[in-house]
Every structure is written in structure tokens, then in C-alpha cells.
């Protein structure tokens, strides 16, 4: 998903809510006030993008051929997208997405036109042919229209319609959370990932497209390009990047043998970015380390530069961080270690593994993309930098935790949680490694997941259950108390002679988490609970210490 969340505000996620209550000031007030107290206001048309509807449920997506022609001098766009699925329960109404300023011009099943009721951004289409269980069938959606225009891209959403320096178009789309159907029809929710996919999409003479997976064929005479998926995609993860690109790239050594690395990037920048995007190759080795082989090996790996931040686009990852390190130079750790590498190159990419593997079927998960993703930025520094500087790093980051609310937003409303799904995800990750106290077996939990859930749509509740039966504790309450709650658990203790008496107050019911602790440079494990417990010590316990990588406040009560 998108990058960290500087510029917003809980005020203007409110906002993102819904469209209509731009419209409705009345009802407008009410949800900011009722954000306030932790209630969200939903719509019917939330529950038409955030659910798996009936009319959504009896077909499988099998095949998406989006084609299209992007007139940039216009902020026009204009063509179709075939959807081929397999009929799962026969039923006759399919709801297709696309979101208005965009208007259907016709949609089709075996050359005949079909009708369609409209109830928002959902489209209800009546199909004439019977439709028998087990059947793959198509419908062909014709469309056009001015797009929204992303006006604070990633964040929002649409096309962004920028130039260059030179006067030429440089165009991008970005859409998650927003969804996909602002600029183009497709089955708008995340559930049900399509399993190949091809982007023709047609750009005037003079630029070129860039899209996800590999470029099959350019017809010369009308400046098509187009690009084939072989592997499951998200929604979100499509997109379209128009500009005077230049390319160049490397072919990686990698787990699966060698990887095509592919680089786009405006003509100026080509020799900063051959410079800059070593960082590439270096995110390839630590992340495969991690988390084991790049998962979409058949459709190669690209950095596409854009005219926003970026965005973990599907093997066609943007790229817009001004060919610096850091968070466009900030450390987002103030530690330092935050300026060692391109946030970025390396961010987005993470996301292939935790977003673009391993996807989340309701966005109220999404910490499972950007928890791992934020927290595989210290495991980049684990690799290169060692294991001092990656825990420097993800304590650092702790500083823009802001505990407002939970992690794991409200399921079926199409429903972001807190920011905090970022380095409050990242150092839950953090802790939960020390708890383990073995490298190896973590980084084979890390790799694990990715073989478990390899181009699957998950939940929170699957990732959970997974960890569970690799940790010997009970993780339930653990994951109740960082995702679901927003208390950071306090380990109180007193010191009287060379005893300990501690407990955790601020936790959820049965919270256990063992500590690690130190007197005089010795480590001691803890298994504090909402009860007081005594320990006794050897040493001079003026030097107790709790171990600062898990994620707790510690109070010394005298
Ligand atoms: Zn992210």
C-alpha cells in the first residue's frame, strides 16, 4: 500500500469515508464528531465496495484483458475490460464497479448488449445467457470519461496528470483504498484475486506505457503496449505510468535462479537512477533472505518512476522518492540508520511479499501489508547493517506511533485502522522476535508465511492462527492486545532488597508476554501477568533493565 500517512489527519480519513458526506454537512459533522469518540459513519455504498455482496459471490475471476487509450491532452481515457469467470452458483446479476465521473457505454456477453442498473459506484448487470455452474464465461465492459484526478497522490486516489521538465506527459495512476474501479470496471473488492491478466493500453506517439508484468508486444502504428500478468493480482496493485521513460536493468541472481530487474525512469534521471537504484539489488538480497524467493519471478521486478511518491504496484513498483535516502531524506527512525537506504525502493518493494503475496481479503487488515512492510525496513538493516542497527531503527520509528486507534479497522466497509498499522505493526513484529529468542526459527516463521499464503487473500485471523502453532505461547491475546486495542501494556515493578516485584497493568484479559531483563548485564526471562509476582536476583539491582526491543512501557513504581 501506500506509504506512510505524513500528511494526513484522522480529520481528513474522515473525509475519505465517504464521498457523499462532502456533500451532506449535516451528517458530515456527525461523523467528525463521531470520530472522535471511535465511531465510524457507513454508507450503503461502503457496504457495496467493502463486502462480498451475493451479486459478487457466485463467480471466480479468472482473466481481466483491460484496453484502453489514455489521452493525456484531454485527462480522457476510453476503451474496455473483457472479465472472464468461472460461474461458481448459477445466478443471473453480476455487480461490476466503476466509479463516477467514468460512465459505462456498453456492456456485452457473447456480442449481446446487456442491461445494467446503477446504484452508485455498482453496477448490477442482468445476464441473458443461463449461467451453469462450472461455465467460464465473459463480459465485456465499455467505458469512458474524464477520471478523478489524484489530488494528493498515493494518498487519494485517480490518475495524476503531471509533466516533466521537458514539457512532456507524465502520467500515473494510484487507487488503494479508493479502489481500483476510479479508473477502471472491474470486481472492486480484494477478495478475489484475478489469476493472469493483460493491460493494452494505447499512449500518444513520443511516450511510452508502463505497466505490470511483462511487455508482450508494442504495435508500432498506434503506440500500444502491452503488458501481461502471469501471476494473481490485486486489484489495486494494476497500473498505468505514461512518460519520456529511458530503461535499464540487471538480471539478478536470485532464489529461483535469474530474475529480470527492470528500471523506467525519466530520460534526465537516467544516470542518478543507475547510481541511485543499487539499492534495488541490495532490498532483493536481504528481502529473499527474509522472506524467501521474489514472488512473481515469471512477471520480473521493475522500479517505474512516477510523478508522486510511490506505491507497491505488482512487480511494477513506483518510484517518485527524488533519488534520495530516507523518507525523501528524512529518517522517519531519527536514528540515522533511516538515511542508509532509499525508504522508498525499499518499502514498496517489502510489499511484494506482504500485500502483493500475501494480500488482505478486507482492507480492515491492513497491517498485514503495511505491519511487515514497516517492519521489514529493520529487517533491510538486519541484513546489511546487522542486528544493532535494525533494532535501533525500529525503536526509533516508535516515536510516530500515536495509539489513536486500532490497528484492524471495521471489516465490510471497505475500512483503513489506524496508521499506527505501520511501526506500532512493525515493532509488535519487533517484540514478538524477541520473544521467540531465535533468529533462525523466526526467519522461518517470516519465510513460512509466504509458502503458506503464496498469491493468496488472507485475514488477520489465518496469520494469527499460523503464528500460534509455530510459538510456544499463546499469541491470541497477544495480537488482541497491539491490533485490537490501543494499550500498550505497562510493566509496574518495585525494587526492595535484590527482589522484583512486578506485574502488567494496562492489558487486555490474560495478556502474557515474557520480558527479558537484565541485572548487571545478565539476562533473566519474566512472565509478568495482571498479577504481582516476586523474583529474586543476584547482582546489584540498581542496574535492572528491561530489554528496550519489546514493546512495553515500564514504570518503576519505587
Ligand atoms: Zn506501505
Known amino acids: 500500500m501506500r506509504v506512510w500517512l505524513f500528511f494526513r489527519t484522522a480529520f481528513l480519513d474522515k473525509i475519505k469515508i465517504t464521498q457523499?458526506?462532502?456533500?451532506?454537512?449535516?451528517?458530515?459533522?456527525?461523523?467528525?464528531l463521531g470520530s472522535t469518540y471511535g465511531q465510524d459513519v457507513f454508507?450503503?455504498?461502503d457496504t457495496l465496495r467493502g463486502s462480498i455482496t451475493p451479486e459478487?459471490?457466485?463467480?471466480?475471476?479468472?482473466?481481466y484483458h483491460l484496453n484502453i487509450e489514455v489521452k493525456p491532452d484531454d485527462k480522457f481515457i476510453t476503451g474496455s475490460n473483457t472479465?472472464?469467470?468461472?460461474?461458481?452458483?448459477?445466478?443471473?446479476?453480476?455487480?461490476?464497479?466503476?466509479?463516477?465521473?467514468l460512465k459505462i457505454d456498453k456492456i456485452t456477453q457473447d456480442g449481446k448488449v446487456l442491461k445494467f442498473d446503477t446504484n452508485g459506484n455498482a453496477h448490477f448487470v442482468s445476464l441473458i445467457k443461463t449461467q451453469i455452474k462450472g461455465a467460464f464465461n465473459e463480459i465485456i465492459v465499455h467505458y469512458s470519461g474524464k477520471p478523478k484526478e489524484a489530488a494528493r497522490a498515493p494518498w487519494d486516489g485517480g490518475f495524476s496528470w503531471k509533466k516533466d521538465s521537458n514539457g512532456k506527459h507524465f502520467v500515473a495512476t494510484s487507487c488503494q483504498g479508493l479502489g481500483a474501479s476510479v479508473w477502471w470496471p472491474n470486481k472492486d473488492h480484494m477478495y478475489d484475486e484475478v489469476d493472469s491478466m493483460t493491460i493494452s493500453v494505447k499512449v500518444p506517439k513520443g511516450l511510452m506505457n508502463v505497466s505490470n508484468g511483462r511487455l508482450r508486444k508494442v504495435d508500432k502504428d498506434t503506440n500500444t503496449y502491452h503488458w501481461f500478468v502471469a501471476n494473481p493480482i490485486n486489484n489495486y496493485g494494476v497500473n498505468v505510468n505514461i512518460g519520456d521513460y529511458v530503461h535499464f536493468g540487471e538480471h539478478y541472481k536470485g532464489e529461483k535462479g535469474l530474475l529480470d530487474m527492470d528500471y523506467y525512469v525519466l530520460r534526465k534521471n537516467l544516470k542518478k537512477a543507475k547510481e541511485h537504484f543499487k539499492d534495488a539489488p541490495k532490498m532483493m538480497k536481504a528481502f529473499e533472505y527474509w522472506f524467501g524467493p521474489y514472488p512473481f519471478y515469471e512477471d520480473s521486478f521493475k522500479l517505474v518512476e512516477v510523478p508522486y511518491l510511490g506505491m507497491e504496484h505488482q512487480s511494477s513498483v513506483t518510484y517518485g522518492n527524488q533519488f534520495k535516502k530516507g523518507y525523501l531524506g528524512r529518517d522517519l527512525s531519527k536514528t540515522g540508520w533511516g538515511l542508509k537506504f532509499d525508504f522508498i525502493i525499499i518499502h514498496e518493494a517489502g510489499h511484494e511479499w506482504f500485500a502483493n503475496n500475501i494480500t488482505y481479503r478486507d482492507i480492515a487488515d491492513m497491517w498485514i501489508h503495511e505491519g511487515f512492510t514497516a517492519y521489514s525496513e529493520n529487517l533491510f538493516l538486519d541484513y546489511h547493517y546487522g542486528n544493532e542497527a535494525a533494532s535501533a531503527y525500529v525503536i526509533g520509528t516508535r516515536g510516530n506511533i500515536r495509539n489513536d486507534k486500532p490497528i484492524i479497522g471495521k471489516y465490510d466497509v471497505n475500512n483503513e485502522g489506524s496508521g499506527d498499522m505501520y511501526y506500532k505493526?512493525?515493532?509488535m513484529l519487533h517484540t514478538l522476535r524477541q520473544v521467540i529468542?531465535?533468529?533462525e526459527k523466526w526467519r522461518e516463521i517470516l519465510r513460512g508465511l509466504n509458502k503458506e499464503f503464496y498469491h493468496q487473500t488472507v485475514t488477520t485471523e489465518q496469520i494469527e492462527n499460523?503464528?500460534?502453532?509455530?510459538?510456544d505461547m499463546d499469541p491470541s491475546t497477544f495480537f488482541d492486545q497491539y491490533l485490537r486495542s490501543t494499550m500498550i501494556p505497562v510493566l509496574e515493578y518495585e525494587r526492595n532488597g535484590n527482589t522484583i516485584k512486578y506485574r502488567y497493568t494496562a492489558i487486555v484479559k490474560g495478556f502474557e508476554l515474557p520480558i527479558r531483563v537484565f541485572?548487571?548485564?545478565?539476562?533473566k526471562w519474566l512472565k509478568p501477568t495482571s498479577k504481582w509476582k516476586v523474583e529474586t536476583f543476584k547482582g546489584d539491582l540498581s542496574s535492572f533493565e528491561v530489554d528496550p526491543n519489546f514493546y512495553i512501557e515500564v514504570k518503576k513504581i519505587r
Open 519 to 523: 541485572v548487571d548485564e545478565t539476562e
Open 20 to 32: 457523499k458526506m462532502k456533500k451532506l454537512t449535516t451528517i458530515f459533522l456527525l461523523a467528525v
Open 466 to 471: 499460523y503464528l500460534c502453532t509455530k510459538i
Open 83 to 101: 472479465i472472464r469467470y468461472k460461474v461458481l452458483e448459477e445466478s443471473q446479476t453480476l455487480q461490476v464497479d466503476l466509479q463516477p465521473p
Open 425 to 427: 505493526g512493525a515493532n
Open 43 to 45: 454508507t450503503e455504498q
Open 437 to 439: 529468542d531465535d533468529d
Open 56 to 63: 459478487r459471490a457466485w463467480w471466480d475471476l479468472n482473466y
